[in-house]
């Protein structure tokens, strides 16, 4: 009876060693046709010096055309935080002692550094490549569990595949009828409110998450160090999201952003507001803070003459 259990409990184990390595089989050959992959596999192949390289979230992604800002490379991803595109700018500077770019330009929106989107575990599987767990745990005070984030990510991407809800609902990138326009002055109004309200933007901690703004000084040393010049872009939002922050957050939160003294440590570091500009023109908006592929030009044209004041 003995021999035919453990039998057993061997064809067992045999079968869940197979359906293991069946699943991470097929989850390695997934992540390595995703856009993620090759983006990076376009940037690896860049051979020519640019201007430019853009990181950050979806706000940087659906917003830099490089058609327009053509000396640029947009290097940015949905759902990234700041805290996973340090480590991407380290590991690229770590394989490139001299970067083919001179200037990195990240976002410094409302949504950017708050605990929601430091905690978004989106493409996991993918970003276990570049992360340094055990790192991240330190400066959290979480090692156990950065660890066992590490271990499940490297060894069971599987596991994570289910990604998490995004910050923005739509996903189409539609341009906006005049028929309809009503409709969506009102959808938005309310989605504006209900979207701040989400992200606790009423509290300090919430808002300007301590890791995420610790990565940022991170980001900045690692520039300085290796002489690059940094930009730090608002992007558009609209006219509702501001409105709605004025009236979930104090104005003291809103004005004194941690972020903005950090840039004005570092000489080699600028920042432009362009989140203004387009604040009423809402058919340039697949929601919130999110340009759809008209504004996404409209917005290319006008950042690319700022770009130039700047030279």
């Not at 005070?141 to 739509?170: E, I």
């Not at 009102?186 to 992200?199: F, I, M, N, P, R």
């Not at 104005?251 to 203004?276: E, F, G, W």
Request: glycine share 2%; aromatic share 12%; charged share 25%.
């Amino acid at each position: 009876m003995k021999n035919k259990s453990l039998k057993k409990i061997i064809v067992f184990v045999a079968i869940l060693c197979c359906l293991h390595l069946l699943l991470y089989a097929a989850m390695s050959y997934y992540i390595s046709i995703t856009h993620l992959i090759k983006i990076d596999q376009r940037l690896s192949n860049q051979q020519e010096e640019f201007t430019y390289l853009f990181m950050g979230d979806s706000h940087t992604a659906q917003s830099v055309d490089t058609t327009i800002i053509t000396n640029a490379f947009n290097y940015a991803v949905g759902g990234e935080s700041n805290i996973r595109t340090y480590y991407k700018l380290k590991n690229l500077l770590d394989k490139n002692k001299k970067p083919l770019f001179k200037t990195i330009v990240f976002s410094n929106d409302l949504l950017t550094f708050t605990t929601t989107v430091s905690q978004l575990e989106k493409s996991s599987a993918y970003y276990v490549r570049y992360i340094n767990y055990w790192e991240l745990g330190s400066i959290k005070n979480k090692r156990v569990k950065y660890l066992l984030d590490y271990l499940k990510h490297r060894f069971f991407p599987y596991a994570g595949f289910v990604q998490s809800k995004c910050l923005n609902r739509g996903k189409k990138q539609f341009i906006l009828e005049e028929k309809n326009k009503a409709t969506w002055e009102e959808t938005l109004e309310k989605d504006a409110y209900t979207l701040l309200k989400q992200v606790a933007i009423d509290k300090r901690s919430s808002l300007y998450n301590a890791t995420s703004v610790a990565y940022v000084k991170k980001t900045l040393d690692l520039c300085h160090a290796n002489n690059l010049q940094v930009l730090f872009i608002k992007y558009p939002v609209t006219r509702y999201f501001k409105e709605a922050a004025q009236q979930i957050a104090p104005n003291k939160l809103l004005q004194h952003s941690p972020i903005d003294s950090l840039i004005q440590l570092y000489p080699n570091t600028k920042q432009l507001d362009l989140s203004n500009p387009l604040v009423n023109d809402i058919h340039y908006f697949t929601d919130n803070h999110h340009l759809n592929l008209k504004g996404k030009k409209a917005f290319s044209k006008l950042l690319k003459q700022e770009l130039i004041k700047l030279k």
